[in-house]
């Protein structure tokens, strides 16, 4: 049976990055709450920066440009389909 993904709050991942804050190792975060660490590195991260743990939020200028560039490529391929 595969391992089925699981999605944590914004509350829960905030209260993590404040855990790490406030001095408890990432260790310890990983083994307690059963996490990955490489999810409470990226939520670190976030934290960090921008404060927010949306992936819209965190997304760079670039990113959001290459995003908006390829919807309009979809959108073009479509009209030139009809």
């Not at 993904?5 to 991942?13: I, L, P, Q, S, V």
């Not at 999810?39 to 760079?60: C, H, V």
């Not at 290459?66 to 009809?82: A, C, F, G, S, Y």
């Given at each position: 049976?595969?391992?089925?993904?699981?999605?944590?709050?914004?509350?829960?991942?905030?209260?993590?990055?404040?855990?790490?804050?406030?001095?408890?190792?990432r260790?310890?975060?990983?083994?307690?709450?059963?996490?990955?660490?490489?999810?409470?590195?990226?939520?670190?991260?976030?934290?960090?920066?921008?404060?927010?743990?949306?992936?819209?939020?965190?997304?760079?200028p670039?990113?959001?440009e290459?995003?908006?560039?390829?919807?309009?490529?979809?959108?073009?391929?479509?009209?030139?389909?009809?």
């Open positions: 049976m595969p391992n089925q993904r699981r999605t944590f709050t914004a509350e829960f991942k905030k209260q993590m990055v404040l855990l790490y804050e406030n001095g408890k190792s260790a310890d975060l990983v083994e307690e709450y059963g996490l990955t660490g490489s999810a409470l590195d990226r939520w670190i991260k976030q934290g960090q920066t921008t404060g927010s743990f949306s992936e819209k939020d965190n997304r760079s670039e990113e959001n290459l995003l908006t560039l390829r919807k309009e490529v979809q959108r073009l391929k479509m009209e030139n389909d009809i």
